[in-house]
């Protein structure tokens, strides 16, 4: 549950809720956290890898 609460904290800083990572792939937090919610999924890491596909650009 800490996980969402800083992405959200993040979140609310960024406006398109986009972010790019080290390896130069952006990931779609705020989709990421509002599809997590919707499913009940308490960390990201809970999801299939084609699930998380979903959210990288």
């Known amino acids: 549950m800490e996980?969402?609460?800083?992405i959200k904290f993040f979140d609310d800083h960024f406006e398109d809720g986009v972010?790019?990572?080290p390896d130069g792939k952006k990931v779609k937090v705020r989709a990421l956290y509002e599809y997590c919610?919707?499913?009940g999924v308490v960390a990201p890491d809970e999801l299939s890898e084609e699930e998380l596909k979903m959210f990288v650009e």
Do not use: D, R
């Open 3 to 6: 996980l969402f609460k800083e």
């Open 19 to 21: 972010f790019s990572i």
């Open 37 to 39: 919610k919707e499913k």
